[in-house]
């Protein structure tokens, strides 16, 4: 199979993260964490747009709210918020704090969150100082309107790549700290998750140093992309085996994470991150087409 790798244009983030395909505006939404950027690539116009939030330090994830075109959930230290954003203008402001996990534990923050396919917030912490990937400090959480955030796993390390496949009936989680790919039951119809059992040892690839799984997503046949954030590669894989069908290489070393986009949703978007002065072109986000695979598109969050 013969893919091809190319640059989003003017795609810059220092630690790309989050993407979300939002078909409504065919537009990929994604953070820039660290500076709290929140960014929106038009693929008609083949435009980034890009904001900062106001007195903000981080932006984890941007999910679109329903049913209304300029409020997006976005994650802030431990709070989930609701900023107000055009998608053009280069200032967001937050409006109001949607929910807070952890609160009082300042030395972490949320990390990856995303929707179920029925417009839950799914999405977790880490520790944000120290050595992060030697800390289990986060947890794992879902949230529904009009509800509390719950908790669903303890001793995370580093709350990553959150997928589901409605037709398995599975739900699909990474610890970056722990090398590995979780898959739990998953009940559509309440939002329940149980049963977890790791179907993707990455340990196994390279014994010796072993990869950092990061974000993840899934195609219409159920095979997860599972990106690495020490590895350069984005690994298609069939959950039901633990076998690795295909090693999208990416020309730059920190993977961050990976959505289906596109008119047609088979364009994976790959977002990198530029950490401890990486050479160019860490950093860009990516657009892989000839996969021959289709992928899901993001799902507002219901608030």
């Given at each position: 199979m013969s893919y091809k790798v190319e640059a989003v244009p003017d795609s810059y983030a220092a630690l790309g993260e989050g993407p979300h395909w939002d078909v409504?505006?065919?537009?990929?939404?994604?953070?820039d964490l660290e500076s709290a950027g929140i960014n929106r690539y038009d693929f008609k116009q083949n435009k980034v747009y890009k904001a900062k939030i106001e007195g903000e330090k981080f932006a984890s994830f941007i999910l679109p709210v329903e049913n209304k075109p300029q409020e997006?959930?976005?994650?802030?230290?431990?709070?989930?918020?609701?900023?107000?954003?055009?998608?053009?203008?280069?200032?967001?402001?937050?409006?109001?704090?949607?929910?807070?996990?952890?609160?009082?534990?300042?030395?972490?923050?949320?990390?990856?969150?995303?929707?179920?396919?029925?417009?839950?917030?799914?999405?977790?912490?880490?520790?944000?100082?120290?050595?992060?990937?030697?800390?289990?400090?986060?947890?794992?959480?879902?949230?529904?309107?009009?509800g509390q955030p719950k908790a669903i796993r303890g001793k995370v390390g580093i709350s990553n790549g959150l997928a589901w496949d409605v037709k398995a009936k599975k739900f699909y989680f990474i610890d970056t700290n722990n090398h590995e790919v979780l898959a739990y039951d998953y009940n559509q119809t309440t939002g329940a998750v149980s049963?977890?059992?790791?179907?993707?040892?990455?340990?196994?690839?390279?014994p010796?140093?072993?990869?950092?799984?990061?974000?993840?997503?899934?195609?219409?046949e159920g095979n997860i992309y599972v990106a690495t954030f020490n590895g350069g590669t984005v690994f298609k894989v069939n959950p039901s085996t633990g076998k690795i069908l295909l090693e999208i290489k990416i020309p730059t070393t920190q993977i961050t994470s990976v959505a289906f986009g596109g008119p047609n949703l088979d364009i994976l978007y790959v977002t990198t991150a530029n950490k401890f002065d990486q050479p160019k072109p860490a950093g860009t986000t990516f657009q892989v087409t000839g996969l021959n695979a289709k992928g899901f598109a993001g799902v507002s969050l219901k608030i």
């Amino acid at each position: 199979m013969s893919y091809k790798v190319e640059a989003v244009p003017d795609s810059y983030a220092a630690l790309g993260e989050g993407p979300h395909w939002d078909v409504d505006r065919q537009s990929l939404y994604y953070v820039d964490l660290e500076s709290a950027g929140i960014n929106r690539y038009d693929f008609k116009q083949n435009k980034v747009y890009k904001a900062k939030i106001e007195g903000e330090k981080f932006a984890s994830f941007i999910l679109p709210v329903e049913n209304k075109p300029q409020e997006f959930a976005v994650g802030c230290g431990l709070r989930t918020v609701i900023v107000q954003w055009d998608g053009v203008s280069a200032v967001a402001k937050v409006t109001r704090t949607l929910f807070e996990v952890q609160p009082g534990q300042t030395e972490n923050r949320i990390n990856d969150a995303k929707t179920d396919p029925n417009g839950r917030f799914y999405g977790g912490t880490m520790a944000d100082t120290g050595d992060i990937f030697t800390q289990w400090k986060g947890e794992l959480y879902s949230w529904q309107a009009g509800g509390q955030p719950k908790a669903i796993r303890g001793k995370v390390g580093i709350s990553n790549g959150l997928a589901w496949d409605v037709k398995a009936k599975k739900f699909y989680f990474i610890d970056t700290n722990n090398h590995e790919v979780l898959a739990y039951d998953y009940n559509q119809t309440t939002g329940a998750v149980s049963n977890p059992k790791v179907i993707f040892d990455l340990r196994k690839i390279r014994p010796e140093g072993p990869l950092f799984p990061d974000g993840m997503t899934v195609d219409t046949e159920g095979n997860i992309y599972v990106a690495t954030f020490n590895g350069g590669t984005v690994f298609k894989v069939n959950p039901s085996t633990g076998k690795i069908l295909l090693e999208i290489k990416i020309p730059t070393t920190q993977i961050t994470s990976v959505a289906f986009g596109g008119p047609n949703l088979d364009i994976l978007y790959v977002t990198t991150a530029n950490k401890f002065d990486q050479p160019k072109p860490a950093g860009t986000t990516f657009q892989v087409t000839g996969l021959n695979a289709k992928g899901f598109a993001g799902v507002s969050l219901k608030i």
